[in-house]
């Protein structure tokens, strides 16, 4: 028998009452302080991994974390035009970190800040995506073998709800 809760059902908020794509409108919400972090990991064939680690991640396209960086910071402060339903954001902070989770696999780290009435998952998302992205694209030359993901959202602060956890070095 399934329980009865208190709180009312969620629902899609970029659809209306019609199942028709919407933008949601923010003009009521409180504006706040939000941040949120995501990650997406980067998984090498080890002989790749291998020549990267010894490398130190660099290409002749150029230091491979370096790009990374400015291709995720650049895919954050665009990430309205690439997703239909995200409004433009005035960005506060941007951090990503690069680092070695595994012997094989970089973790991709995008944290985001604004301050505004909707918060910055998908920005945080899309940043580190591109910028594993941008590391695939630098690296396909050693191999196609190359594995991107997953990709998820680690935590967010601030709007109605918290979600995950945020390290206090924040954007």
């Excluded at 490398?55 to 035009?81: C, F, P, Q, W, Y």
Aim: aromatic share 2%; charged share 25%; hydrophobic share 40%.
């Amino acid at each position: 028998m399934p329980r009865s809760s208190s709180k009312p059902p969620r629902t899609l908020t970029h659809l209306d009452a019609t199942g028709r794509p919407t933008m949601v409108d923010v003009s009521g919400k409180a504006t706040t302080a939000r941040v949120a972090s995501a990650e997406c990991r980067v998984r090498f064939p080890a002989d790749v991994a291998a020549q990267l680690r010894a490398n130190g991640l660099k290409s002749a396209k150029g230091g491979i974390v370096d790009t990374a960086v400015i291709a995720g910071t650049m895919a954050v402060k665009r990430t309205h035009e690439l997703i239909p339903f995200c409004h433009p954001l005035p960005i506060d902070g941007i951090r990503i970190a690069i680092d070695w989770h595994a012997e094989r696999e970089l973790r991709i780290e995008c944290m985001v800040k604004t301050t505004h009435r909707t918060g910055v998952e998908m920005e945080a998302l899309t940043g580190a995506t591109v910028a594993a992205l941008t590391v695939y694209d630098m690296c396909k030359a050693l191999s196609h073998a190359i594995v991107l993901g997953p990709a998820k959202l680690v935590g967010k602060r601030g709007g109605k709800r918290d979600v995950g956890t945020i390290d206090g070095s924040a954007a």
